[in-house]
């Protein structure tokens, strides 16, 4: 079957690879659409480290080929959203409904594949860049038929981990002012998160003035290309400001555009050893700083419930969709990514 694997060096669609069958607690999934995800991008220039060779990917979208013993909640044909969170389900992380914060949930990957007899990692306990994946139950979430699968596919992560940011994360409640800095994937998903939240100013900063359009289709109600003009909006500050791009200098920026009681949210990915810097004297208003793994998200319950909101024309996912590649065309989808000329690339196989 194909995939993409990543060597440490460079990458490659291999037509033979190989999974094993599914065991206990597991099930087969064959993808249909998966998401280009920055995060993605991050394990390829080094950003993210992780063991090599992996198959990449870890947004998508597929249907229920086999299920290992003991797994009743979906059945072979089953349309699902696979999710990152390999949790235990039975810790007291999980039993408290707190499944990110699962100590078996990362930095365990597994190698459920082979190539010329050498096994693979898996990343993000996902690997969407293949023909077939396999994951754990509680990762593969049932969807609707009805729902595009290249559509689909993104709520697995970009949906999950920006609209999860504002309604578990940072919980923002009616009449609330938003800013969020950077649009790309998690960003517009932050905006409209926002926007599904009832925030009632909603501000984009992004240095790309193409994206204006893109942001306030989301729900933004201004758009600025650097946060200069965000006082002239909210001159006390922002009850929330979202950094989803991963530059320290952007996260000093969130700080300091809080308002009292205000809390900057961490969504970007900066290098692993990055360090960032604010005034202390300035967080003695009652303002945090909050770190925010996959959006605080219960993936069984949230997947279910954006799937319902995307139906009932509330959640905006087939306008994230600004390009489709087959698999094959692997480089040509990375490379329009790190340009922005897509909110999601999505790969088709």
């Given at each position: 079957?194909?995939?993409?694997?990543?060597?440490?060096?460079?990458?490659?669609?291999?037509?033979?690879l190989?999974?094993?069958?599914?065991?206990?607690?597991?099930?087969?999934?064959?993808?249909?659409?998966?998401?280009?995800?920055?995060?993605?991008?991050?394990?390829?220039?080094?950003?993210?480290?992780?063991?090599?060779?992996?198959?990449?990917?870890?947004?998508?979208?597929?249907?229920?080929a086999?299920?290992?013993?003991?797994?009743?909640?979906?059945?072979?044909?089953?349309?699902?959203?696979?999710?990152?969170?390999?949790?235990?389900?039975?810790?007291?992380?999980?039993?408290?409904?707190?499944?990110?914060?699962?100590?078996?949930?990362?930095?365990?990957?597994?190698?459920?594949?082979?190539?010329?007899?050498?096994?693979?990692?898996?990343?993000?306990?996902?690997?969407?860049?293949?023909?077939?994946?396999?994951?754990?139950?509680?990762?593969?979430?049932?969807?609707?038929?009805?729902?595009?699968?290249?559509?689909?596919?993104?709520?697995?992560?970009?949906?999950?981990?920006?609209?999860?940011?504002?309604?578990?994360?940072?919980?923002?409640?009616?009449?609330?002012?938003?800013?969020?800095?950077?649009?790309?994937?998690?960003?517009?998903?932050?905006?409209?998160g926002?926007?599904?939240?009832?925030?009632?100013?909603?501000?984009?900063?992004?240095?790309?003035?193409?994206?204006?359009?893109?942001?306030?289709?989301?729900?933004?109600?201004?758009?600025?290309?650097?946060?200069e003009?965000?006082?002239?909006?909210?001159?006390?500050?922002?009850?929330?400001v979202?950094?989803?791009?991963?530059?320290?200098?952007?996260?000093?920026?969130?700080?300091?555009?809080?308002?009292?009681?205000?809390?900057?949210?961490?969504?970007?990915?900066p290098?692993?050893?990055?360090?960032?810097?604010?005034?202390?004297?300035?967080?003695?208003?009652?303002?945090?700083?909050?770190?925010?793994?996959?959006?605080?998200?219960?993936?069984?319950?949230?997947?279910?419930?954006?799937?319902?909101?995307?139906?009932?024309?509330?959640?905006?996912l087939?306008?994230?969709?600004?390009?489709?590649?087959?698999?094959?065309?692997?480089?040509?989808?990375?490379?329009?990514a790190?340009?922005?000329?897509?909110?999601?690339?999505?790969?088709?196989?």
């Amino acid at each position: 079957m194909k995939g993409v694997i990543f060597d440490g060096e460079q990458t490659q669609v291999a037509d033979d690879l190989e999974i094993r069958d599914p065991g206990p607690g597991e099930v087969l999934v064959e993808i249909s659409a998966a998401g280009l995800c920055h995060s993605d991008l991050s394990v390829l220039d080094g950003t993210i480290p992780f063991p090599v060779p992996v198959v990449l990917g870890h947004e998508g979208a597929g249907v229920v080929a086999e299920v290992g013993a003991g797994v009743t909640h979906v059945q072979p044909g089953d349309h699902v959203c696979l999710s990152t969170l390999a949790n235990c389900g039975a810790c007291a992380e999980c039993d408290r409904g707190r499944p990110t914060m699962c100590r078996t949930a990362i930095g365990r990957p597994r190698r459920p594949f082979l190539r010329d007899g050498q096994p693979l990692y898996q990343f993000a306990s996902n690997s969407a860049f293949a023909e077939r994946t396999l994951v754990k139950a509680v990762q593969a979430v049932r969807i609707p038929e009805d729902i595009p699968m290249a559509s689909a596919a993104l709520i697995g992560c970009g949906v999950l981990t920006g609209v999860g940011a504002v309604l578990n994360r940072a919980r923002v409640e009616h009449g609330d002012s938003v800013v969020v800095i950077g649009t790309g994937g998690i960003g517009l998903n932050v905006i409209q998160g926002a926007r599904i939240a009832g925030a009632l100013t909603v501000v984009a900063v992004d240095s790309n003035p193409a994206k204006e359009g893109v942001a306030r289709r989301f729900g933004a109600g201004h758009f600025f290309t650097s946060v200069e003009g965000v006082r002239d909006v909210l001159p006390t500050g922002a009850d929330h400001v979202f950094e989803c791009v991963g530059r320290v200098e952007l996260v000093r920026q969130a700080v300091d555009l809080l308002d009292r009681r205000g809390q900057a949210v961490l969504l970007g990915v900066p290098p692993a050893g990055a360090e960032a810097s604010f005034l202390v004297s300035s967080m003695y208003l009652d303002k945090s700083i909050l770190g925010c793994r996959y959006g605080a998200s219960r993936p069984q319950r949230d997947v279910a419930l954006y799937a319902q909101m995307y139906r009932e024309g509330r959640l905006l996912l087939d306008e994230l969709v600004t390009q489709t590649y087959a698999v094959g065309d692997f480089e040509k989808a990375v490379a329009d990514a790190r340009l922005g000329l897509a909110a999601r690339a999505v790969l088709t196989f």
